[in-house]
């Protein structure tokens, strides 16, 4: 299927027809031109969609946030069973995320998604089960070395599947049944793209505060509220989905393989085919070492690896508000009504983002908007950066922290919002969930290692150094875009109309020929 996305002018050409089997390529293929058509879709497919999505993030979200809180209270004097729970759980989708990026492709749309849906909210119910189910309740947990380590290997492996289930549904809805459900329209991919953003930074927002609130009564009155959460909306978000999937004759057609593309050819040329291909490759390595290599090298050789990885290294960060930054601006002497205030205005300033990005894309394609978006986040981390090493007040410094990593939202999220649309318009039906399920892995291995940094500057004082480690990393990530950039269009600016329409041509060659001579 060709996705109308938005897009630059003067993509890469793309040798590869729709008819061969799937090979990474280096170059992209064209899109049109940047659409102005607003394309209204029927207000009862798409309030079923949100409303899917909405079940899905929320309980995701207040699980996420939810299961710190119980672990906290039944641990009370140490940090480190939390952080071991977060550990696995981060681990898990690092290593398992490309299974359920096949698991994605491979399956009929609507079993999978029913699948991943069941399964996380099972996870979840389990969960709070093995919570209510401690001696005494929460607060009396047996603290034996023996129950405490059988408590949470339990909690450890519910939340390692409650994670996968919600990183495939995630790439099922947001990568693959939104582009069917926009039926190749640019603009309504938008829309789409926007409302379920908005979605996430709402969820994202409200959730932890809702059980925060919850929890303030009674811990145990917060279980039950996570537990009759799931109970009570598995049923709708399974039924909004098959109507979904009903309505949406596309998303009832099967994917294209690469089996069925050689359909038609007889048996002596398929033959010769495969001889000559079976040539050309390298030994084959142990199956389980080609398992785990196949989806790195197609995600890696993939015309829209760079933006991905680029996006995937912003992951990398201490700047957003996290437990890492909050912890230092609490000792830095702010209060939690201060970094509340600011984190609030920090997700308004992401949510704004979810208009301006589309504005932008509607004007100037992805390509250029990325590159737009993903400068104004070097900026702003770099000006915070700055001020956070160069101002002597340690209340000052923060402050221009805080200043700079909210200004930064709008970047960040309008440059994921671009990648997005480009990874949409890009990757094949057929490995959008494989691609999407390495990208996810890949960021999840890049947050990983931004909590590993202030396991090392563990002290408040040396975080200035996670900081500009911060900076470092959107740097490489705007040098990593540009470099696409530059790829895809042969340069990298538009010179004005007074230098005669110059371009920065990128022209490997002249490299070479300079050398030569």
């Keep these: 299927m060709e996705l109308g996305v938005d897009s630059e002018v003067g993509s890469a050409p793309n040798t590869q027809s729709d ?20 394309y209204h879709l029927p207000k009862n497919i798409i309030l079923r969609l949100y409303l899917s999505h909405f079940l899905s993030t929320w309980n995701s979200r207040v699980f996420e946030f939810s299961a710190l809180l119980f672990i906290a209270n039944l641990y009370p004097d140490t940090l480190l069973p ?22 994605v492709d491979s399956g009929n749309r609507l079993r999978v998604v029913r699948v991943l849906i069941v399964a996380q909210r099972v996870a979840v119910v389990l969960s709070c089960g093995s919570l209510l189910a401690v001696k005494d309740g929460v607060g009396g947990v047996d603290k034996g070395w023996v129950g405490g380590v059988a408590v949470m290997g339990i909690l450890a492996v519910l939340a390692c599947c409650e994670k996968l289930a919600s990183v495939g549904t995630l790439i099922a809805v947001e990568r693959d049944w939104v582009v069917v459900v926009a039926a190749g329209n640019g603009s309504a991919l938008r829309v789409l793209n926007a409302q379920m953003r908005r979605i996430d930074l709402f969820c994202k927002l409200l959730g932890p505060l809702a059980i925060s609130i919850a929890d303030g009564i009674s811990t145990v009155v917060a279980i039950y509220v996570v537990l009759g959460l799931n109970l009570a909306s598995v049923g709708v978000e399974y039924l909004a989905v098959a109507d979904v999937y009903r309505m949406v004759p596309a998303l009832q057609e099967p994917k294209t393989h690469p089996a069925s593309a050689h359909a038609s050819s007889s048996p002596e040329e398929e033959e010769e085919e495969e001889e000559e291909l079976i040539e050309a490759l390298p030994p084959r390595p142990h199956p389980r070492l080609r398992s785990m290599y196949t989806p790195i090298s197609t995600y890696l050789h993939h015309s ?11 992951y990398f960060t201490v700047l957003n508000f996290g437990s890492q930054m909050i912890t230092y601006l609490l000792t830095s002497g702010y209060t939690p009504l201060h970094i509340s205030s600011a984190r609030g205005i920090s997700v308004l300033f992401e949510i704004s983002a979810t208009w301006l990005a589309p504005l932008v894309i509607s004007r100037v394609g992805p390509i250029r908007g990325g590159l737009w978006f993903v400068n104004w986040q070097l900026l702003c981390i770099s000006g915070a950066v700055g001020a956070f090493w160069f101002l002597e007040s340690p209340k000052m410094a923060a402050g221009g922290l805080i200043l700079g990593v909210v200004m930064s939202r709008i970047g960040l999220w309008g440059f994921d919002f671009c990648v ?16 999407s399920a390495m990208e996810a892995s890949v960021q999840n291995a890049f947050e990983l290692g931004s909590y590993a940094m202030t396991v090392i500057f563990a ?13 470092v990393a959107a740097s490489l990530a705007a040098g990593l875009f540009a470099s696409s950039v530059r790829r895809r269009r042969g340069h990298l600016v538009h010179m004005p109309a007074c230098f005669g329409g110059m371009e920065m041509k990128y022209r490997p060659e002249a490299g070479y020929q300079r050398l030569v001579d």
């Design 420 to 435: 997005q649309i480009i990874v949409q318009g890009e990757v094949e039906p057929q490995y959008r969930g494989s691609f």
């Design 304 to 314: 829209a690896a760079l933006p991905s990885l680029a996006l995937s290294i912003l």
């Design 19 to 38: 008819t061969e089997p799937f090979h990474p390529i280096a170059s992209p293929p064209p899109m049109p031109p940047p659409s102005h058509t607003h």
């Design 459 to 471: 002290k408040p004082a040396e975080f200035r150094y996670p900081a500009i480690a911060s900076a």
């Design 82 to 103: 939390g952080s071991l729970y977060a550990l696995v759980r981060g681990f898990s989708a690092v290593l398992y995320s490309p299974r359920v990026g096949r698991y």
